[in-house]
């Protein structure tokens, strides 16, 4: 509108407006006209221009005079009459009422922020009380014109504002996009929009706004207005989105474009746009009004027009993204394209973080079960056959991530109740789509364990209704259901046989009811055959329904039909296996690879038993044809029999007294045996020596052991568990040599030395079966149920241990917990953990243990011994700890849950817990945030026992289980800080577990956690760390200093740096920078150790907006650090980070924390340029950290010069992509080094093509980035160990060279560089190290061959500098500077001797010899100064020189000899 066509007022189409003097002839020419037509001028000043400049008027003048220009007019004014304040001043009223008037007000709106309001931005006036008069003045202006226009108009000026914003914001939008269909504004857009938005608040804040009238002229524009510019009238209060949704007159039409555009947002969001953070949020806001508005009951709102009308647009909205979602994973989307990116970002929606500032659960629990409705019922396209058939596909594992993860979601706010209650509700009204329905039950049982019950209830009533009226709808349901959580294994759901044979198996069955029932089941059964795959059919066959004999042929004609189908698919039903799992999805097992895992399942369960399996004993019977060609002969493998009969022999013994062996095929199996002990009698003499009277003992211990191990798993062998202990502790008696009269004996105290624990070879043998069988016991009795439901076993078999053989059995726990404990097996440390509950229980009974020195007389109850046997000394030893800690506890959790709390303290330690909420703290961040409701978790011990326990999930579990948390109540558990700094003393740094860096974040918690003080010494990391305590009083203490004040003094640390240094030997002797270096590495070890408000100061103001404090750093920095503590133009990560944080910190403090951040920021390019140089080297990881820090304090973006960085960096990175480089951001410099510091992260081979770009960048970025590429070749030549450096940095250099002589750009002022040059060298000479500076003439030197001939006798300043380095190249030489860049060996051809000091001397005098004949005379005007004192370097260059500036100036240049 400000360059197309104007405003249509009065029915006159105003141009658009002009600046300064154009303006003001405009708005002449109109008054003229209007006053031609007969207007009467409203103002004395415009009369009087008038009268005196147009023809014809009313002043009487000659038509045929001519016409006087208006410099005349005004020149005949001054000179007739004085100088009058008064009319001066109507005068300038007149002008401005002139302007208000005949302006196109539109085109005003978008010059708010013209040129002056730039000049006059925040960081200018600050200072001044003018900045928001201004921005007063200039919306009042604006304002008061609006008023004047709608008066004439007659319409009211609500209207007109409208209007005018409307068409204004329109302009905005249609600016140049970004993409091709833009849903984000532009950077400058922003900005505009931003300015227009802050006048649009003030005619609201005046009453001269309409917004229903707005929001009607923004949908005239709907087609270029952009998502962003609706968000921001919402955010900003001009008018809400729900205000502006229903003003729309089409709903359907509003909703389409509201899709579109989410769409779009989602793409740009995934795909990593600079604007992620404004798009994260505008989508946030939508969603949660959608949500709001869509899902809420009774809604007391308020609204501008048809209340009904929002809600429609949200669920349609809401609706459109969804089923686009699943439209695009039904057709398979690809990884990675557009359509997945929206997907996967539309289904993030359904997180915490986007709705988490929904206040009501109430409408998100609407939201999200009508969201499982669209799930379960959008496009049913698939019948219960393709389901039967296809199921398998479906499982948890199969299904799309997306979809999965969106049900995981979903699965946060509702429960399984509800969600199990919704599938039901769903089934029984609407048409479904089964695929998402069966992936949503195995989601379902995966994410829920309590929902196997639920399901199984469901269908159970669902398999009643279909049996009492014959409902095939519910029967398909029942059976879908059930074989899809069977697919997810048995930990989440029953398997389809099992569940199968206890529906149909029995009497009690869902058929026994009548004839009808029997017949719609195999009718049913039948129906699905053709369908079937052959593990269901397998199932079927194998476990059939119990029929009663009369209609037995039912079931005859079935399992015909049944076995047909599978000899149709080629699948033998005589060689299945015994425990092949029938619902798994795998292919069918060949059967002699079945038989082996059949021949160790059976076994396995023989050992739990003591009884021969009943799968075996049907398979005998039932499927003798497998039993004896497959399952007999792989049991029946020849082998060497052990002497103690092993479980094998014993369940092969017990088959043949069963008679399931054939004789013949038992007799052949002995015969083979015994030919494979046979061997030569040679070899067999002293194989094995009789038992001895100690090993008879030991093996009837075994036994007795094995014994009990088999009643363990058999619930009728409970009865004879106390009667198997007694046995087993007479036999552990005989072993030890122990009387019965011994067990009468009281044992006072046991002595223990922990440090070198002993036993007899007797009693080790022993105690490590008792050990073992207590373990394998443990884990037998957790496979069939909780320790709380396991009996006294535990308990009897530990009183076994209470008496003359517990100090032998704690010796042995010493040896296996304190000095073995990280080689111990996942069932060891189950199981010992279990036992030092079960002594712990016995405590009373126990005596006391002396551990020995350094206090003899102290004595230790049993449950405190395992606190001093579990060590935290290393990274080993702490996760042993923690596994104990977790199992222990666990377990002690589980076995007295009934029981009181007291119970569970005299089990476990004090000492015990402690450690374990220490280790927590320490190793898992989790720990360390504070709990909620939901975050309380059950705890379940049968995930523990597993061989594969997950030690990380298991100590979480704990952590937030309720029992536990309570627990933590008792003053005697809860950890101090004495405690905690006990345990952390007890820490080698050297091999902890945690880097320096969590180890400080573990610090800060403990510090600033509720953990009582208390005090000891030692660790040198502790100690720093309370030395950073007490220097963060400092810090506390500037908190009392009133807002403004800062303290101006510096801080005593950088005194005595600098009076230490001093002292210093100073030189660039080797040991002189050797010991400086070594002193500046110590101060920077200090300065980390103690708050960053050390360096920078704990407040900036605007009073004093450089501390003292940070002049300190920066000349600490400037004067020692960039010697010596710097590599390639940048500080370490460790230093640059805390400054940054200690700058945010101090900033975070001042009224106006952006500009503060700017200024110091925008100080450092001249006090400290090292400090940004160094930040765009660490940016990677410092961006993170700042981003996040900013974030948690303010809501502003990031300060604008910390964009800055950003931008440099994003500079640097498209310059070396392959496509089309962006605009090199101001300053120069900082942009110059951001690339410089790319390119060396660069292959060479990728850098070649990227550097023809420079051509395009300008001038002054060119001459910085050759300056950066100077110091990068001579860092390869200082410091590279390698051959590849030393090229890529000299290509570099070359390239940059090339470009600046093609373009003619002169750089020799790099190379004479002085403090005193403010554009260059002081800048440059705080970024360089000062051995970089000084061997500047070595790099002049080393690119001789890249001189452009033309540029040196052109350039007249060129002689100068050349000779000016080779003398300073000399000097170098001769103090032996350059050796420090020798050569490295293997360098190429075209590098020989670049590094080689005297081949490069040589060649540049060769070269100064050949230049001085052919140089005009003017270029030897300061000649006699370089050779002043430095003539006798070269006394042939220098006669040269001296020679050539006394010659004519006409002398005959022509027959020199080329130089290059």
């Excluded at 804040?205 to 919402?234: D, G, N, P, T, Y």
């Excluded at 939201?367 to 019948?383: A, E, G």
Aim: hydrophobic fraction near 40%.
């Amino acid at each position: 509108m400000a360059t197309a066509q104007g405003l249509d007022l009065r029915g006159v189409a105003w141009p658009p407006p002009a600046n300064g003097c154009a303006r003001l002839a405009a708005a002449n020419r109109k008054a003229a006209r209007a006053r031609a037509q007969g207007a009467a001028a409203g103002a004395v000043g415009a009369k009087a221009m008038s009268d005196s400049w147009v023809p014809n008027s009313a002043s009487g003048q000659d038509p045929g005079r001519r016409r006087r220009s208006w410099a005349e007019l005004l020149a005949g004014r001054v000179k007739r009459e004085k100088y009058n304040p008064e009319r001066a001043q109507k005068l300038k009223e007149s002008a401005v009422r002139l302007l208000r008037s005949h302006q196109d007000l539109n085109a005003l709106l978008l010059e708010v922020e013209g040129p002056l309001c730039k000049k006059l931005s925040l960081s200018k006036v600050i200072d001044c009380d003018s900045s928001e008069a201004y921005a007063n003045h200039s919306s009042s202006f604006i304002g008061s014109a609006l008023q004047d226009q709608a008066s004439r108009l007659g319409i009211p000026v609500g209207i007109l504002s409208a209007g005018v914003v409307a068409s204004s914001v329109g302009q905005i939008c249609t600016a140049p996009a970004e993409t091709s269909h833009p849903v984000l504004l532009t950077v400058e857009q922003r900005k505009k929009l931003s300015s227009l938005l802050e006048f649009a608040q003030y005619l609201l804040a005046h009453s001269m706004f309409s917004r229903l009238s707005f929001c009607q002229e923004l949908w005239k524009i709907q087609s270029s207005l952009l998502l962003e510019a609706v968000w921001h009238l919402h955010v900003q209060g001009i008018v809400s989105l729900q205000e502006l949704l229903e003003s729309h007159p089409d709903m359907h039409a509003v909703g389409s474009w509201l899709f579109r555009n989410l769409c779009c947002l989602c793409e740009q969001m995934e795909a990593s746009c600079q604007h992620a953070d404004v798009a994260r949020a505008m989508l946030s806001d939508f969603v949660q009004m959608f949500v709001l508005r869509g899902f809420q009951k009774n809604s007391d709102l308020r609204r501008t027009v048809e209340p009904e009308k929002m809600p429609q647009v949200a669920v349609d909205v809401l609706q459109r993204m969804l089923i686009f979602a699943l439209d695009a994973l039904a057709a398979g989307v690809q990884e990675e394209s557009s359509t997945h990116k929206i997907v996967r970002c539309w289904f993030g929606v359904f997180s915490g973080h986007t709705l988490g500032s929904v206040i009501s659960t109430d409408p998100l629990k609407r939201f999200f079960s009508h969201t499982l409705t669209q799930i379960l019922t959008h496009s049913p396209v698939l019948k219960a056959s393709d389901a039967v058939q296809m199921q398998r596909e479906w499982s948890f594992a199969r299904t799309h991530p997306l979809l999965t993860a969106l049900y995981r979601r979903l699965f946060v706010m509702l429960s399984a109740g509800e969600l199990v209650g919704h599938l039901q509700e769903v089934l029984e009204t609407q048409e479904v789509h089964w695929q998402r329905v069966l992936s949503f039950v195995s989601a379902l049982v995966v994410c829920f364990p309590e929902a196997q019950q639920l399901l199984e209830d469901w269908v159970a009533r669902l398999m009643a209704q279909a049996f009492e009226s014959c409902q095939l709808d519910s029967m398909v349901t029942a059976f879908l259901v059930v074989r899809q959580a069977a697919l997810e294994g048995p930990s989440a759901f029953l398997s389809y046989a099992d569940w199968f044979k206890a529906s149909f198996g029995s009497t009690r069955g869902y058929h026994g009811c009548s004839k009808k029932a029997l017949v719609f089941l195999f009718t049913f059964l039948s129906d699905l055959v053709p369908f079937e795959s052959p593990r269901y059919l397998q199932v079927h066959i194998l476990h059939p329904p119990l029929v009663p004999s009369k209609y037995r042929s039912l079931l005859t004609d079935y399992i015909s039909l049944a076995k047909t189908r599978l000899a149709d698919l080629k699948v033998s039903i005589e060689n299945m296996g015994l425990y092949e799992d029938l619902s798994s999805a795998g292919d069918i097992t060949e059967p002699h690879s079945q038989a082996l895992q059949d021949v160790e399942k059976a076994i396995m369960v023989f050992e739990h038993t003591g009884k021969i399996p009943v799968t075996v004993m049907e398979a005998s019977i039932f499927r003798r044809p497998y039993y004896v060609s497959h399952f007999l002969p792989a049991l029946l493998t020849p082998r060497v029999l052990p002497k103690v009969p092993d479980s094998r022999v014993a369940f092969i013994e017990s088959l043949k007294r069963a008679d399931k062996i054939p004789p013949s095929l038992y007799s052949t199996y002995c015969q083979a045996c015994s030919a494979a002990e046979e061997k030569p009698e040679d070899a067999a003499l002293g194989v094995r020596a009789e038992p001895s009277s100690a090993e008879e003992p030991l093996g009837q211990l075994r036994a007795a052991l094995g014994e009990l191990r088999a009643s363990m798993t058999d619930p009728s062998q409970r009865d004879v568990i106390s009667a198997q202990v007694a046995v087993i502790s007479e036999r552990l008696r005989a072993v030890l040599g122990h009387n019965e009269d011994d067990s009468s004996v009281e044992i006072s105290k046991i002595q223990l030395s922990i440090n070198t624990p002993r036993l007899e070879p007797r009693e080790h043998m022993a105690v490590d079966l008792l050990l073992t069988s207590f373990c394998q016991n443990l884990m037998a009795a957790s496979s069939v149920a909780p320790p709380e439901r396991q009996g006294p076993w535990a308990a009897l078999f530990v009183r076994t241990m209470c008496g003359r053989v517990l100090p032998a059995v704690l010796t042995r726990l010493c040896q296996l917990l304190r000095h073995q404990g990280p080689s111990l097996s996942a069932p060891h440390v189950l199981g010992l953990a279990a036992l030092a509950v079960h002594l712990g229980e016995s405590r009373s009974a126990l005596p006391e243990v002396d551990v020995g020195p350094p206090a003899p007389d102290a004595g230790l109850p049993v449950p405190a011994l395992f606190d001093s046997l579990l060590t935290c000394r290393t990274r080993d030893s702490l996760f042993f700890c923690l596994k104990f800690c977790t199992a222990a506890i666990s377990y002690s959790l589980c076995k007295f849950s009934s029981q009181s709390r007291d119970t569970l303290c005299s089990c476990l330690s004090s000492g015990l817990i402690k450690k374990f909420q220490f280790l927590m703290f320490r190793l898992f961040s989790e720990a360390r945030q504070p709990l909620s409701e939901e975050d309380v978790a059950s705890l379940s011990w049968r995930p523990l026992h597993l061989p594969s326990a997950d030690w990380q999930r298991a100590a979480l579990s704990l952590w937030t289980h309720r029992t536990f948390r309570e627990l933590l109540k008792e003053e005697d558990v809860h950890l101090t800080y004495q405690d905690w700094l006990h345990l952390e003393l007890e820490i080698q740094p050297e091999a902890d577990a945690l880097s320096d860096t969590e180890r400080s974040r573990s610090y800060d918690h403990s510090e600033n956690s509720d953990l009582v003080f208390g005090g000891r010494t030692g660790n040198e990391d502790i100690i720093s760390r309370l030395q950073e305590m007490v220097a963060d009083l400092e810090l506390q203490q500037d908190l009392s200093v009133p807002l403004g004040h800062t303290p101006s003094q510096g801080h005593f640390l950088f005194e005595i740096f600098r009076r230490r240094l001093q002292a210093l030997t100073s030189g660039w002797s080797v040991a002189a920078s050797l010991q400086r270096q070594r002193e500046l590495l110590m101060y920077k070890r200090i300065l980390l150790r103690l708050p960053s408000s050390v360096l920078c100061g704990s407040s900036f103001q605007a009073e004093q907006p450089i501390t003292a404090r940070c002049e300190q750093f920066f000349h600490l920095v400037n004067s020692e650090m960039r010697n010596f503590c710097s590599h390639g133009g940048a500080l370490t990560q460790d230093i640059t980070a805390h400054f940054f944080r200690g700058l945010l910190n101090a900033c975070l403090r001042s009224r106006d924390p952006s500009l503060m951040v700017d200024f110091i920021l925008a100080k450092c390019q001249t006090k400290c340029p090292l400090i940004l140089t160094s930040a765009l080297v660490w940016w990677p990881s410092l961006e993170p950290v700042l981003l996040c820090w900013w974030r948690r304090h303010c809501q502003s973006p990031l300060p604008r010069e910390l964009q800055k960085l950003q931008e440099g960096r994003q500079f640097a990175s498209d310059f070396l992509s392959p496509e089309a480089a962006s605009l090199a951001p101001n300053p120069d410099w900082l942009s110059a080094a951001a690339l410089h510091f790319a390119i060396q992260q660069v292959r060479e081979e990728n850098i070649r093509k990227q550097l023809k770009k420079l051509d395009c960048e300008r001038e002054e970025l060119l001459v910085f980035l050759f300056f950066f590429s100077l110091m990068g070749l001579l860092s390869s030549h200082l410091t590279s160990n390698s051959t590849t450096d030393l090229p890529k940095a000299f290509h570099v250099c070359a390239a940059i060279l090339e470009c600046l002589e093609k373009r003619k750009i002169s750089w020799l002022a790099l190379f004479q560089l002085t403090e005193s040059d403010l554009r260059l060298g002081r800048l440059l000479l705080r970024v360089a190290p000062d051995q970089h500076t000084r061997l500047l003439p070595f790099a002049f030197y080393s690119l001789l061959s890249y001189f452009h001939e033309d540029a040196a006798i052109r350039e007249e300043a060129f002689l100068h500098v050349a000779v000016d380095m080779y003398l300073k190249l000399v000097q170098l030489f001769v103090a032996g500077d350059t050796s420090t860049v020798s050569p490295p060996a293997g360098r190429s051809l075209e590098l020989q001797g670049q590094g080689n000091p005297v081949e490069l001397i040589t060649k540049a005098r060769l070269f100064l010899l050949q230049l001085i004949p052919r140089c005009p005379k003017k270029s030897f005007s300061h000649v006699a100064e370089l050779l002043a004192d430095r003539g006798d370097c070269d006394p042939e260059v220098s006669a040269a020189l001296q020679s050539r500036q006394q010659a004519a100036p006409d002398a005959d240049l022509s027959q020199e000899p080329h130089l290059f």
